[in-house]
């Protein structure tokens, strides 16, 4: 493909740039993979795949395991390792009801999400997923032989906001810098669509351990356009294992007896591995406590049956809100291990008309995905991804209804601005809850917090005017913003989020964790804090030498003088000024910044006919 | 801000083609993305968010017929909807809608009523199209208003199937 790229002189990607790593960071199983100019490869373990169990085990003297090693302890049923955990990301106690006393460790409310007893200590989701993203950090960088600092992470398409924020927590706990959190369907119609060369509307059926998600796209030239998406975050082959170790304890006449929270890993690993077993057999025996029975295919899809179906009322849900039907689908795409499941290759097949498309390896494609676009954000490409919010937005109105603000199946990045008033005289503040759902009453969706609008000007009630913003970016997160229109006084936001962790609780546990290590914190941080501020200035000066010609000689002495501010508070160590200096920098050039990339384009366009803008592969 | 016309480099129309639409789309997004802005400085970063915030709005509403009709009227200074200053529907519009609603809520015969009202939403966007075309805004504002209250009781037969099932 010989692509319109635009780059300025002297500001090609830095040829010295940091490794960056695709991650899917599954349920089960993790992947992490490299990209390079001509696509993808998993990182292989000395098993000789790219599987990584999702199970970190605690020791009681501190030390901690990941992948294989933990599973191992996890299905000798000893206390300590915890696998599923991306069950309970952003998840508080009252969220998780359902999975109670199915988990085999010990859960315990805390702010904002759950807590994990292991080890002799409480551990939170971020911590335990943030040691299976250093283990495969530190796989990718001894299959690179250098230092990996950036990643892309996959999520399911159909995690909400707190999830998704609690990874990027994780990933920050675990020395990664998040490039973009991307769909995990999303990566893998990139990493099909460029393998086979797929155009047209495909669809991704993605049912992992956990989480199902299924996404329609459009996929024509290098352009990979999410139609809609929908999913469940609590659906997948942990529920096929757990409906066969119901059915072994009732075969077995245990139906009633409350298992220890050991003994449920034993039984979970042991139907797991029956159904396994049952892609190839049409039988499979398990032996638990002296006895054995005997699971058929037929018995199997009739427990799993349920479970099949839900996914395809998600499908069916899928293809209304795109506007399309079956025949439209030109192909399915089976993504995650589970679709391995046959019932699910059947029922799919059924559905659509016509036999899924297997010819990827469902656990790798992610991952691959996911690399793909790492290499992509960082070196430059020009595939582009256009994803959409999976969940709607809603605010809290009069009587606990909720009103919708962002709708569900919109591309982003996107953002609304909705304006209030006050209903009291004098009145200067607000509460603000926001909502991310489908349904009519704020009790069914999930609260994603409550902004407090500060500081409202003193006028009679109904004259204030408060526009609030809210914006969804490429990760597909929501931040806030507000101004009150009549007198233009920015509005001080204060977030209280309902789920995930307040920012001073992560740097504690980073705190903690680099004093684990010996690292000194600080130090971190302030070399970070460096680097950010050179890459500023680098990237800022390159801009200023490719345009002179647009740069306004006031202009140009400010932003220098800023600059040498910037150069001096770096040599300090003082990390907060550097912050401050740098962000000032970026508001001086701001103007200058905007003013560059409308020439650029003007430039582009004027350079080249249209018809080479409108990307086509001719090759 | 540019329109979205002007955003996306189409000329203002009713009748626009789809094809050219999306290519634009594509196109502009492929300058603007968030994803091609990943290592630049962070003004550029705020600035090309906000164009591809306006891409993606520009976007839907004028893919959409509805939202496009009244993206149309709103540049001819005409607001249709609620709002105090906006035009109203007309006596007749409104009393066909009460009986559709009233047919909805009693559940009877709502196959009948879904197509009905399918016919009605070709025709509306037809009439749409050519109230643009001769410059007759008052009309089009009302075929708006029409197809705002057909696409709105085509979803609640939609939800009530769902409640009777």
């Known amino acids: ?619 | 801000m540019t329109d979205y016309f002007s955003l996306l480099n189409i000329l203002p129309a009713f009748d626009i083609d789809f094809a050219a639409l999306e290519t634009a789309y594509f196109q502009q997004q492929r300058l603007w993305h968030p994803d091609r802005f990943t290592g630049k400085p962070v003004a550029e970063k705020q600035a090309a968010m906000q164009r591809s915030v306006d891409i993606n709005q520009g976007y839907n509403t004028l893919k959409n017929p509805l939202t496009r009709a009244q993206y149309l009227l709103q540049l001819s200074g005409i607001a249709v909807g609620t709002d105090k200053d906006s035009i109203k529907p007309a006596q007749p519009l409104l009393i066909e809608v009460m009986e559709w609603r009233e047919q909805v809520e009693e559940g009877t015969e709502l196959d009948k009523l879904d197509s009905l009202l399918k016919t009605i939403q070709s025709k509306t966007i037809d009439n749409l199209s050519a109230s643009y075309n001769n410059n007759a805004l008052e009309m089009m504002a009302q075929e708006a208003l029409k197809l705002s209250y057909v696409i709105k009781t085509l979803d609640e037969i939609r939800q009530r199937k769902l409640k009777l099932k």
């Open chain 1, 1 to 619: 493909m010989n692509l319109l790229q635009i780059h300025e002189p002297g500001e090609t990607p830095l040829p010295h740039a940091r490794a960056a790593v695709g991650i899917d960071l599954g349920t089960t199983y993790s992947v992490v993979a490299i990209g390079s100019g001509d696509g993808a490869e998993v990182v292989q373990n000395i098993h000789g795949n790219a599987l990584v169990p999702s199970v970190v085990y605690y020791g009681l003297d501190g030390k901690i395991e990941v992948g294989y090693p933990a599973r191992l302890h996890y299905e000798r049923g000893e206390k300590g390792a915890i696998a599923s955990v991306k069950r309970l990301m952003g998840r508080g106690i009252a969220d998780i009801k359902s999975l109670l006393g199915n988990l085999p460790y010990d859960v315990a409310p805390g702010e904002g999400m759950v807590r994990l007893k292991a080890g002799g200590k409480e551990v939170t989701p971020v911590e335990v997923s943030a040691e299976i993203l250093k283990y495969l950090k530190h796989s990718a960088e001894q299959a690179l032989g250098r230092e990996v600092t950036q990643a892309v992470i996959t999520v399911p398409a159909y995690f909400d906001d707190a999830a998704r924020a609690a990874t990027k927590d994780a990933a920050k706990l675990a020395g990664l810098e998040v490039l973009r959190l991307i769909n995990e369907p999303t990566a893998a119609a990139l990493a099909y669509g460029l393998d086979k060369g797929a155009e047209g509307v495909y669809a991704m059926y993605d049912l992992g351990g956990g989480t199902f998600d299924f996404s329609l796209l459009k996929m024509e030239k290098g352009v990979f356009q999410v139609l809609s998406t929908a999913g469940d975050t609590a659906l997948g082959g942990d529920d096929f294992d757990q409906a066969i170790a119901a059915w072994v304890l009732t075969e077995l006449g245990f139906g009633d007896t409350v298992l220890p929270t050991q003994d449920i890993g034993v039984l979970v690993s042991l139907a797991r591995n029956t159904k396994h077993a049952l892609t190839d057999a049409d039988s499979a025996t398990i032996s638990y406590k002296d006895h054995s029975v005997t699971l058929t295919r037929e018995d199997f899809d009739d427990l799993i049956y349920p479970y099949v179906a839900k996914t395809l009322e998600v499908c069916e849900q899928a293809l209304l809100d795109a506007k399309l039907s079956t025949l439209d689908v030109k192909g399915v795409v089976m993504v995650g291990g589970s679709t391995r499941v046959k019932l699910v290759i059947e029922e799919v097949g059924n559905f659509f008309g016509h036999p899924p498309l297997n010819d990827v390896n469902p656990d790798e494609v992610v991952a691959l995905g996911a690399a793909i676009q790492a290499h992509g954000l960082t070196q430059g490409s020009d595939n582009l991804l256009l994803d959409v919010i999976p969940l709607s937005l809603g605010l809290e109105t009069m009587g606990g209804l909720v009103e919708k603000v962002i709708m569900r199946n919109t591309p982003i990045p996107v953002s609304v601005a909705q304006e209030f008033t006050t209903y009291k005289d004098g009145q200067d503040g607000m509460i603000i809850h926001i909502l991310q759902g489908e349904r009519e009453m704020v009790e069914h969706n999930r609260s994603l917090g409550r902004f407090e609008l500060t500081g409202i000007p003193l006028l009679p009630a109904g004259i204030a005017r408060i526009k609030v913003i809210f914006t969804v970016d490429a990760d597909g997160m929501l931040t806030v913003s507000a101004e009150e229109q009549t007198t233009g006084v920015q509005q001080n936001i204060h977030v209280k989020p309902s789920y995930g962790l307040p920012p001073e609780a992560i740097e504690k546990m980073l705190l903690e964790s680099m004093q684990h290590a010996r690292e000194d914190i600080t130090q971190r941080l302030l070399v970070e804090a460096r680097v950010d501020a050179e890459r500023a200035v680098f990237e800022l000066e390159s801009a200023m030498a490719g345009s002179p010609e647009i740069l306004e000689e006031g202009e140009k002495n400010r932003i220098q003088r800023q600059v040498q501010v910037v150069r001096n508070v770096v040599q300090g160590d003082n990390r907060d000024y550097i912050d401050a200096e740098v962000q000032e920098l970026a508001r001086l050039a701001q103007s200058f910044a905007e003013r560059r990339m409308d020439s650029t384009i003007a430039t582009a366009l004027k350079g080249s006919h249209i018809d080479k803008l409108d990307v086509k592969n001719h090759a």
